[in-house]
């Protein structure tokens, strides 16, 4: 974390006090400069804690009942999807009798019955990964990319490494597959096998590790974007850290990059070679995969972006994200290709081509979509988008020790046909690795429903966060830009 700014103990929120913004400054391109006069919105600029002057009622709903429900309810999601896997052929009606005969904690508890206790293999497997996760982030080299500069001044530095690492682990995967089919007669299926030991060793690793976190961020913070809200379970569930460090790791490089967006790929692949051990080979699967895999490998060609999204600049390393990424991604993410190896489905090659097609246009325009956001800002507008000067603002905000700097808010290319366009194409892609499973169950569908639900939540968290950081200039850009995600409609 490379400091830029001394950091400042100085807590706005506590006197909402009002803020001039400075002016808003538009441009079209490199051109001129129209000012407004800016008014303040009287907000926090912290938007890691994105407060409002929220009602009791509300900040109760959001800051306690739903963290509880959540952290309650999630666990046992994910092992009532490998259930309905591995149990119940793919089928929710399954799921679904069996909860309407016991009930709900009858129910629950008849899954989790189910679930074994951790074999040795199992977690050596897992404690194997993150030790060789480690040492691939520690040693593969990499240019030095920074963050966004955070509310308190500070400027996270990340090595970018994260493709490289990703190649040398699907080689090792690879190799080690090979090594232990031939001399050992082992397969890696039995993470498929026992994944329910997977899930359980993860769930009980992540919790503890969050605690760690929770108690690290209030005793030995690493850098100033911390603190307790004041109320402990909603602490456990956000975090009390923006950016922390253990032993010289990031914790969230780690959590979601090295280890949550790496595993999800290792399962794409041993699901299918499982897949082709049961089956031989099967295109529904093939296409689903392959187009996960691009989906991964753009996921690492891009992770120096990813380091200026919601999930890094904005959310805390608490339940939510660490848990999220360590146990929900594994669980959750994967599960289209977990639900198609008990139910492989031909689709002909026709079939098959056109919905890879679909799928790999999906990914190129969500990946050209988040390069040209920071194509442009780093270029400072003096570049072209789609042939033409692009549409910039030049929105300006004050950190926290009440400094100010100014970020360029594109409006043109992919950010103007609506706020969050990329997210459409996000969604296309999850439905094109789905629909290989065509449409006996409704299984392989959750997580494209749990995402679209996910991004339309987020346009709306993106919208007031942005809104808090920079007031009036995101108003200028609202009406620019008027719609959320789908021009016209949405
Ligand atoms: N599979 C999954 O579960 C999910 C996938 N994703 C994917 O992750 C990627 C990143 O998405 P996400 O994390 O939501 O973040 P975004 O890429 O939407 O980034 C949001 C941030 O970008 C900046 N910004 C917003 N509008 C503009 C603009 N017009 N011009 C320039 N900067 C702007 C703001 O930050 P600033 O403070 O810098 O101005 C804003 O907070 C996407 O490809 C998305 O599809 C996202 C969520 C879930
Ligand atoms: C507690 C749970 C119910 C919710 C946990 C949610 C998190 C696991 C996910 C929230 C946002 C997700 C992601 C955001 C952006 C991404 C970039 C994309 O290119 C790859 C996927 C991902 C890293 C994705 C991963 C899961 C989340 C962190």
Known sequence: MGKINAATTHNRDATNGRKEHPPPVETNGMGSETKGNGVSNG???DATM???????????WEKTVMPILLMAATPSAVFILWFCAAHCGGSYACIGNIFHDKGLLGGTAFIWSHVHSPSPAIVAILVSYSAFALCLMRLVPGNTVYGPLTPKGNRPQYTDNGFSCFLITIAAFLVVTVVCKTYFSVSPTIVYDRFDEVLLVLNIFSMLFCLLLYVKGLLAPSTSDSGSSGNVIFDYYWGTELYPRLLGFDVKVFTNCRFGMTVWPLLVCVFALKSYELHGPVDSMLVSALLQMIYFAKFFWWEAGYMCTIDIMVDRAGYYICWG??????????????YLVNRPVVLGLPLSLLIFTL????????????????????????????????????????????????????ASGWWGLA????????????????????????????????????????CFRDDTKCSLKYGRYWDLYREKVPHQMVPYVF
């Open 43 to 45: 907000k926090t600029r």
């Open 50 to 60: 994105a407060v409002r002057p929220d009602s009791a009622l509300k900040r109760l």
């Open 325 to 338: 990424c360590l146990v929900f991604v594994p669980g959750f993410y994967a599960s289209v290709s977990l």
């Open 359 to 410: 799928g790999a246009l999906s990914v190129y325009v969500n990946y050209d979509a988040d390069r040209q956001k920071l194509y442009v800002r780093n270029a400072q507008g003096e570049c072209l988008v789609w042939g033409r000067k692009p549409v910039i603002l030049r929105a300006r905000y004050l950190l926290d020790s009440g400094e100010t700097r100014e970020s360029i808010l594109l």
């Open 419 to 458: 706020r969050h366009f990329h997210y459409v194409p996000e969604i296309l892609l999850a439905f094109c690795w789905s629909v290989p499973a065509l449409f006996d169950n409704v299984m392989p569908y959750t997580y494209v429903i749990f995402l679209t639900c996910l991004l339309v939540h987020r």
